[in-house]
T-cell receptor
Framework: DTGVSQDPRHKITKRGQNVTFRCDPI?????LYWYRQTLGQGPEFLTY????????KSRLLSDRFSAERPKGSFSTLEIQRTEQGDSAMYLC??????????????FGPGTRLTVL | RKEVEQDPGPFNVPEGATVAFNCTYS??????FFWYRQDCRKEPKLLMS???SGNEDGRFTAQLNRASQYISLLIRDSKLSDSATYLC????????????FGTGTRLQVFP
């Protein structure tokens, strides 16, 4: 399977614990995005990398959240001191520059986080 | 006001019906427009891009009205497999690929 992969697919944690998610983009894609989706809502943008550079961060990304893409390939999203409000599906997407005005983003299956 | 607004539905239609979804967006400078499909507990997948002149892909037709900041999706001859949530998606700005999603419109096609 050459699509976007995410690990783990599900994570249950207790409030106050730290969690880390991993995303492996499609291999030739240099752009990588993180979104968060809560029940009944569409995905909300969190942050975006081009290669290893983090180019944009949403105000949704509080100081408890940090994302990295150290070698421009896979990315990690860490949430420190989790809160119940962090419970959501965390989606990763990747794209590669094309001649279109906006690149097509391909989404991974997501990591579903439940904070107890 | 939300940046991208959709009627959440659900729309319950019989097989073979024609159904239309509408979406409005707040930023008149928006650059690109899409419809994504999301099955229950799955990731969103691109259904089609939306072009100013309107475009069609099989049973699906998308329209864009920039003056009214309005996007539509028409599904003809609905199939059971069309049951899903349809997300209206907009890219607002130059030099970013940040996508803004609507809340989605749920479609249920029944036999």
């Amino acid at each position: 399977d050459t699509g976007v992969s995410q690990d783990p697919r599900h994570k249950i944690t207790k409030r106050g614990q730290n969690v880390t998610f991993r995303c492996d983009p499609i291999s030739e894609h240099n752009r990588l995005y993180w979104y968060r989706q809560t029940l009944g809502q569409g995905p909300e943008f969190l942050t975006y990398f081009q290669n290893e550079a983090q180019l944009e961060k949403s105000r949704l990304l509080s100081d408890r959240f940090s994302a990295e893409r150290p070698k421009g390939s896979f990315s990690t999203l860490e949430i420190q001191r989790t809160e119940q409000g962090d419970s959501a599906m965390y989606l990763c997407a990747s794209s590669t520059p094309t001649t279109a005005s906006t690149d097509t983003q391909y989404f991974g299956p997501g990591t579903r986080l439940t904070v107890l | 006001r939300k940046e991208v607004e959709q009627d959440p539905g659900p729309f319950n239609v019989p097989e073979g019906a024609t159904v239309a979804f509408n979406c409005t967006y707040s930023n008149s400078a928006s650059q690109s427009f899409f419809w994504y499909r999301q099955d229950c507990r799955k990731e969103p997948k691109l259904l089609m891009s939306v072009y100013s002149s309107g475009n069609e892909d099989g049973r699906f037709t998308a329209q864009l009205n920039r003056a009214s900041q309005y996007i539509s999706l028409l599904i003809r001859d609905s199939k059971l497999s069309d049951s899903a949530t349809y997300l209206c998606v907009v890219n607002f700005y130059y030099n970013t690929d940040k996508l803004i999603f609507g809340t989605g419109t749920r479609l249920q096609v029944f036999p």
